[in-house]
Nanobody, 120 residues
Framework: QVQLVESGGGLVQAGGSLRLSCAASGSIFSINAMGWSRQAPGKQRELVAITSRSSTNYADSVKGRFTISADSAKNTVYLQMNSLKPEDTADYYC???????????????WGQGTQVTVSS
């Protein structure tokens, strides 16, 4: 199986920065994509950013402020969040699309989430 461990959340003032990290471990043969989603209280989970071998995409609400990057050697994905706003407050979840054996299907795996709170 695949385990995802997130870190880097916390409390920050508006305009500040945080860097989230997510390390994937386990019986991983290959990773196709890595990303971050978030869920604010009372709202649906939304995709924030995703990166793969061919492309990187962001939600319109974070373009120009957030940057996703990945270290394939470490199976780790990062989310640099700058110019944070109170509306960025949410639980942030990383996910990976991982293949556990050659020729196998890719399945999504999710972390437990890390809380980000932005005060005004």
């Amino acid at each position: 199986q695949v385990q995802l461990v997130e870190s880097g959340g916390g409390l920050v003032q508006a305009g500040g920065s945080l860097r989230l990290s997510c390390a994937a471990s386990g019986s991983i043969f290959s990773i196709n994509a890595m990303g971050w989603s978030r869920q604010a209280p009372g709202k649906q989970r939304e995709l924030v950013a995703i990166t793969s071998r061919s492309s990187t995409n962001y939600a319109d609400s974070v373009k120009g402020r957030f940057t996703i990057s990945a270290d394939s050697a470490k199976n780790t994905v990062y989310l640099q969040m700058n110019s944070l706003k109170p509306e960025d407050t949410a639980d942030y979840y990383c996910n990976v699309d991982a293949q556990l054996s050659p020729g196998g299907r890719y399945f999504p795996y999710w972390g437990q989430g890390t809380q980000v709170t932005v005060s005004s």
